[in-house]
C-alpha cells in the first residue's frame, strides 16, 4: 500500500506504507526525549546562519521568535511527535511551519538531519552525564559516611572466596567510594568529545554556504568544533560507545557492592544486615527477607553492558559515511543511562540504611584470618619472615588457634596510608568536592547557555535540572 506520508525527504512522493512503518520503528518514542534539545539546537543553529548573513535580522528574530514558541510548547506538552510523524525534527519543523510558515521553511537551511541529531544527542548527553555524575558523587559521598561510621568494625576480608585477613566494614565501603570516584573522574576526558558541535558537517560532506560553524557552536556552548565534517558521521556510534563504557564502569563497581552486600547479610555470614523496609518477603516461606533492590542492581548492571555491546556490535562493520543502522543507536544509549541513574538513585538510598553486626563480623576472625597478624609478630621478636611462616602455617595445620590482638592494636599495626588505621577519608572526600566543583561549573555553563537561547537569561548560578 503506498500513500502521501509527510517526512522531511520525499515531500509530496507517494511511499510505501509497511516501509515506512518498519523503517521508522519505535523511534519516535526515544526521539521524543530530543525534542527539547532539537528546538535549542535549532535556535543554535539560527545564530550561526545570522553570523553567516544566510538570514537577516529580521528572518532571525522571526525564527527566533517561532523556535522559543516551540520550546515552551515542548515543555508545556503541547509540541509532541505525533502519529505520522517520523522524528523529532519533522515534529518541530511542521509545528514551526503551521504558525510561521516562512521561518519554518528556513529552518533547515545550511543542515541535515544527520548532523542536527547529532548535536540533538550532544545537548542531550551533556545534561544526562552531568545528572549521573552528580547522582554517582551522591553515592561516593553516602559510602564515604557509611565507612566513618564502621571504620571500627573489623571482620575478615577475602581471597580466593576464603578468609584473609583483617579488614573492615569502613575499609570496605571506602575502597567502593574511592573505585567510583576513579570512574567519576574520567568523566572529563569523555566530556572533551562530547562538547564538541557537530553542526555544519550536514550528511558528513559540508554544505555549499559560507557557514561560519563556529558561530553555532559557541551559541551552543559547545567548546569546539568536531573540525573534519566527514568526522561527525564516522564518529557515530563511537561517542554512543564511549559513554555507555562509562556507564558500565559504573555498573560493574555497583555489581560487585551489591554481591557484597548480597552475601555478607545472608545468614551464613550474618556481618551486614538488611532493614525490613529494604526486603522482599516470599509468597510461601513466611521467614524470608530477600535482597532484592541488590539483586536487580547487579542485574541491571548486566543488561547495561548489554547496552554497550549492542552499539558496539552496530557500529563496527560499518563503511564510512552515514548509514541508516544509526538510528537504532539511540534506544541502547537512552536505555543504558536510564539504567545507570536508577542503579545510582537506588543503591544512594539504600547504603545509610544497611545494618553492622559487629559481634558476627568480630567473631569470623577467629582462626585463620589472624595467621599472617602472627607471622607478624613472631617477625617483630626477632625470627625470620620465612621461619616465622612456616612455623605458623604448621600451627594451623594442626588445628591450633591463635589469641587475638585487642582491636585496637589491629588496628594500629595497620598504619600505613589507606590501611585500616587510616583510610583516607579526607582525601577521598577532597577528590569529591573537586569532582563536584568540576560538575557544578559545568551545569552552570551549560544551563546559562540553554538559558540564553530560551530568552531566559538570568543572572547568578542556574538552577540545576535532573538528569531525565
Request: glycine residues 10%.
Amino acid at each position: 500500500m503506498t500513500r502521501a506520508i509527510p517526512t522531511l525527504w520525499s515531500p509530496g512522493v507517494a511511499l510505501d506504507e509497511r516501509m515506512v512503518t518498519y523503517t521508522v520503528g519505535d523511534d519516535p518514542y526515544w526521539d521524543g526525549r530530543l525534542l527539547r534539545w532539537d528546538v535549542l539546537g535549532s535556535l543554535g543553529h539560527a545564530e550561526g546562519l545570522r553570523a553567516s548573513r544566510i538570514l537577516s535580522d529580521g528572518e532571525y528574530r522571526s525564527l527566533r521568535a517561532g523556535l522559543r514558541s516551540a520550546l515552551a510548547a515542548v515543555e508545556r506538552g503541547e509540541l509532541a511527535i505525533e502519529p505520522g510523524q517520523e522524528d523529532a525534527h519533522t515534529a518541530v519543523e511542521q509545528w514551526l511551519t503551521a504558525r510561521r510558515r516562512d521561518a519554518g521553511e528556513r529552518l533547515h537551511t545550511g543542515r541535515s538531519r544527520n548532523d542536527q541529531v547529532a548535536c540533538d544527542l550532544r545537548l542531550y548527553l551533556k545534561d544526562t552525564l552531568l545528572g549521573l555524575h552528580g547522582a554517582a558523587l551522591d553515592l561516593v559521598g553516602v559510602l564515604a559516611e557509611f565507612a566513618a561510621r564502621h571504620r571500627r568494625a573489623l571482620w575478615p576480608e577475602y581471597t580466593h572466596q576464603r578468609r584473609a585477613m583483617p579488614s573492615s566494614v569502613g575499609l570496605w565501603a571506602g575502597a567502593y567510594a574511592e573505585g567510583l570516584l576513579d570512574t567519576i573522574e574520567s568523566l572529563e576526558d569523555l566530556w572533551i568529545r562530547v562538547d564538541r558541535s557537530p553542526l555544519g558537517s550536514a550528511a558528513g560532506y559540508g554544505v555549499p554556504l559560507p557557514l561560519r560553524r563556529e558561530a553555532a557552536a559557541k551559541a551552543l556552548g559547545f567548546a569546539g568544533l568536531d573540525r573534519n565534517v566527514a568526522t561527525v558521521q564516522g564518529g557515530r556510534g563511537k561517542l554512543e560507545a564511549a559513554t555507555l563504557f562509562w556507564c558500565t564502569q559504573l555498573g560493574h563497581e555497583v555489581a560487585r557492592l551489591c554481591q557484597d552486600v548480597i552475601l555478607y547479610s545472608a545468614e551464613e555470614f550474618g556481618y551486614l544486615t538488611l532493614p525490613a523496609e529494604l526486603a522482599t518477603g516470599s509468597s510461601i516461606m513466611p521467614h524470608k527477607r530477600n535482597p532484592d533492590l541488590f539483586e536487580l542492581t547487579r542485574g541491571r548492571a548486566a543488561a547495561l553492558e548489554a547496552d554497550l555491546v549492542a552499539v558496539m556490535q552496530m557500529k563496527s562493520k560499518l563503511t564510512s559515511g552515514y548509514h541508516r543502522d544509526f538510528q537504532l543507536l539511540k534506544e541502547p544509549l537512552m536505555r543504558g543511562l536510564d539504567r545507570t541513574g536508577d542503579m545510582l538513585d537506588a543503591l544512594t538510598h539504600a547504603i545509610p540504611r544497611l545494618g553492622v553486626d559487629p559481634k558476627r563480623c568480630s567473631a569470623a576472625l577467629a582462626g585463620g584470618s589472624l595467621a599472617t597478624d602472627e607471622v607478624m609478630r613472631r617477625v617483630e621478636q626477632g625470627s625470620a619472615f620465612r621461619i616465622a611462616y612456616r612455623e605458623v602455617a604448621a600451627a594451623v595445620g594442626r588445628g591450633e588457634a591463635f589469641v587475638a590482638p585487642p582491636p585496637a592494636l589491629i588496628v594500629h599495626r595497620r598504619s600505613g596510608i589507606g590501611g585500616l588505621g587510616d583510610l583516607g577519608l579526607r582525601a577521598a572526600g577532597a577528590r569529591l568536592r573537586t569532582a563536584r566543583r568540576w560538575g557544578n561549573r559545568e551545569r552552570v555553563r551549560f544551563e546559562r547557555t540553554i538559558g540564553r537561547l530560551a530568552g531566559r537569561a538570568r543572572k547568578g548560578r542556574a538552577p540545576r535540572r535532573p538528569a531525565r
